[in-house]
């Protein structure tokens, strides 16, 4: 079967209000469209057609917070008059198929409410993760320019009930866009003022509100924009369409996943991340299985049995996560003894992605939970795996250290600088041929010039991941580094780019530099470096602290940015580029070479011993 019969065929298994006759309009590369003359909505497939199918009673989300003590449950029914409802809270205020809706919500129900509600309406949403600071949802406010933006009072940290509303609030005075309306869900631990005029109340607006259907919308409109790190200040706003993404989505939940209407499904991630929008959302509901919403930790919300309680007690079937969850797991309960007061046999498998997953974590988590532990490859823009074990289709063998072979839909490649293939197990970039599959991103929000220039012009002919890896004899990927300035973080992405624009933004910083170094529970933490400038005169510890605050402010704690020291000068090459690399390495105590192209070779000593004063090691040349 060819690409296009491959996915006509997938088309046929979703719903259409009008099929399509098109399925792969190749007119104007890079921009392809898949199923472009067919007629569908997301919310449709992922509630009406289930509770048209009699699943109207069964369980279609499950809500369980440790953090506050609650948990919930939704039949598709219950879900189904929720989101319509909602939708016509949206549509009260005006909002209309096309419109932006921004969702800054905590892992409650009503956020996934919200994000249905908005692909009712044909609208666009786009979901800002709860830990970002006021800055940075101001940025994605103003690119998005959304006409409603529904939040909530707070989000609950282990340690901290976080108000989100006073953030939204700083974040609506930074931007230039102003929304017509916001609408807020009170929770009981944290109220909040609310403008008149601006803010509604989400119970009130509810009691208020008449249900409304789905609207019919093209194959190619917009399902929601999610911004993900890019080298600048300025995120990508990754543009995912409708017809693609439910037939991918669904297609995946069976054949990689393998998963079947009915199943529990249980992505411990983020609305606020792409695993969050495929895998907590939209793929679990289009398949027709239970999903779980879970408000918590892998550790501490009570301890690091939290993850097999949930499976025991939700009965779930496959659970994914990121590889970073299991280490924080095994740190604190290495022998899995936690895992004795739970039934976890319910469970098939479980897949982790978002970051490389270390052969240890991996075979810790096969030995604690005796199911295949499937390493799982994507990004954000791709909006679901590129490289895969398809469990639907056949279980290969399990290497460490890969996440198998590229699935159907991707023609994965590396490249060499000049453009060329490269031979088995020989590294370089790794690039993916033209067309990408259906779901995923077909454009950036406000910047086809930057879809382009980002991804399509280095390789023409080829989308380039920004992974640098192998494929090996057999065919199996090993996804190795990034070859830009992105660093995963708990696998959370972030620019280091982004961040040296914060630091630069201090008053006493003249130059600065960011680098990923390695961590052994969070895979990377970001480090800063700054130089300040020459009349300073106050206490150093100050103005770090100072730095550390500026991004947990500017961009949120979720980056995690604590490891911070000033130094003398930075490390730069004689035309000026600073060696960020080599002091990567210095910091990862991994072996390094004095590059040939340094300006100054002393200063790396004195790198040296600011990174050790960090507690990071380093090691001879
Ligand atoms: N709202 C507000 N603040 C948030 C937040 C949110 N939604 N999510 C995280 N934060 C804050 C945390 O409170 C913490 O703040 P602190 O510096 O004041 O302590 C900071 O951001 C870092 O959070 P986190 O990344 O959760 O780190 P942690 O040290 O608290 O926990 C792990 C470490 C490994 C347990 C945690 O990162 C985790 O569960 N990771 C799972 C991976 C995951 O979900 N990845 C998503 C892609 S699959
Ligand atoms: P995000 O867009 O936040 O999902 O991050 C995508 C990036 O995370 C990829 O480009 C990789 O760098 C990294 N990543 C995700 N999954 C894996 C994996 N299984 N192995 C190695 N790196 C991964």
């Not at 080599?582 to 105590?589: E, P, V, Y």
């Amino acid at each position: 079967m060819n690409n296009r019969e491959f996915w006509r065929h997938a088309a046929a298994n979703i719903h259409w209000y009008q099929a399509p006759d098109t399925v792969l309009d190749e007119e104007n590369p890079p921009f392809y469209r898949w199923f472009s003359d067919g007629s569908t909505n997301a919310c449709y497939n992922a509630l009406d057609l289930h509770v048209e199918q009699g699943r109207g009673d069964q369980a279609a989300l499950i809500y369980d917070s440790p953090i506050t003590a609650t948990k919930r449950q939704y039949s598709y029914n219950e879900l189904l008059d929720e989101v319509s409802q909602f939708a016509g809270v949206l549509a009260a205020q005006g909002v209309e198929k096309g419109d932006r809706v921004i969702v800054y919500m905590p892992m409650v129900p009503e956020a996934l409410i919200a994000m249905l509600a908005c692909a009712r309406l044909g609208a666009v949403h786009s979901v800002v993760f709860g830990g970002f600071a006021s800055n940075e949802l101001a940025v994605r406010i103003d690119d998005a320019s959304p006409k409603v933006i529904v939040s909530a009072t707070c989000g609950v940290e282990p340690a901290r009930v976080v108000p989100y509303k006073p953030l939204l609030d700083a974040a609506i005075d930074l931007a230039k866009h102003k929304p017509c309306a916001c609408i807020i869900l009170r929770r009981p631990m944290q109220d909040a003022s609310m403008i008149s005029g601006r803010d509604l109340d989400w119970a009130e607006a509810m009691a208020d509100a008449q249900p409304v259907p789905c609207v019919p919308v093209a194959a190619n409109d917009p399902l929601y924009i999610l911004y993900t790190s890019g080298t600048t200040g300025q995120p990508k706003g990754v543009v995912r369409d409708t017809g693609g993404s439910i037939v991918a989505l669904k297609w995946s939940m069976k054949n990689i996943y393998n998963v079947a209407p009915g199943d529990v499904y249980w992505a411990a991630s983020d609305v606020g991340w792409v695993v969050g929008h495929s895998y907590i959302v939209y793929g679990p509901l289009f398949a027709g299985c239970t999903t779980v919403i879970y408000e918590g930790k892998p550790v501490g919300t009570p301890d690091p049995g939290a993850f097999w309680r949930v499976i025991a007690e939700h009965k779930v079937n496959v659970m994914f996560t990121a590889p970073t969850a299991f280490r924080a797991i095994k740190k604190e309960d290495p022998q899995g003894k936690l895992l004795q007061q739970y039934d976890t046999s319910c469970l098939e498998s479980l897949f982790l992605a978002g970051e490389r997953c270390d052969p240890n974590t991996l075979a810790w988590a096969e030995d604690k939970l005796g199911v295949p532990v499937i390493d799982h490859w994507w990004q954000t823009e791709t909006g679901w795996p590129i490289c895969s074990n398809c469990l639907g289709i056949e279980l290969l063998p399990i290497v460490p250290g890969s996440p198998a072979r590229a699935v159907p839909g991707y023609d994965v490649q590396v490249l060499n600088e000049q453009g060329e293939q490269v031979a088995a197990g020989d590294i370089g970039a790794l690039v993916i041929k033209q067309p990408l599959p259906p779901g995923t991103f077909t454009t950036l929000w406000n910047a086809e010039d930057r879809y382009i220039s980002a991804y399509f012009s280095r390789y023409p002919g080829y989308y380039e991941t920004g992974d640098a890896g192998y494929i090996d004899e057999n065919g199996y990927i090993f996804v190795m580094a990034r070859t830009d300035d992105v660093i995963n973080v708990a696998g959370h992405r972030f620019s280091t780019g982004a961040m040296e624009e914060v630091l630069a933004d201090h008053p006493d910083v003249a130059e600065c530099a960011v680098v990923g170094v390695a961590d052994p529970m969070k895979g990377q933490l970001p480090l800063g470096l700054l130089v300040l400038n020459a009349d300073v005169d106050r206490p150093l510890e100050d103005i770090v602290a100072e730095s550390i605050q500026l991004m947990r402010d500017k961009i949120g704690p979720v980056a995690a940015f604590k490891l911070c020291a000033v130094v003398e000068r930075l490390p730069k090459t004689r035309s000026g580029k600073i060696l960020r690399g080599t002091m990567r390495n210095i910091a990862d105590g991994e072996r390094w070479k004095m590059p040939a192209t340094i300006d100054d070779p002393i200063i790396l000593d004195e790198i040296s011993s600011a990174l050790q004063t960090l507690g990071y090691a380093n090691q001879a040349r």
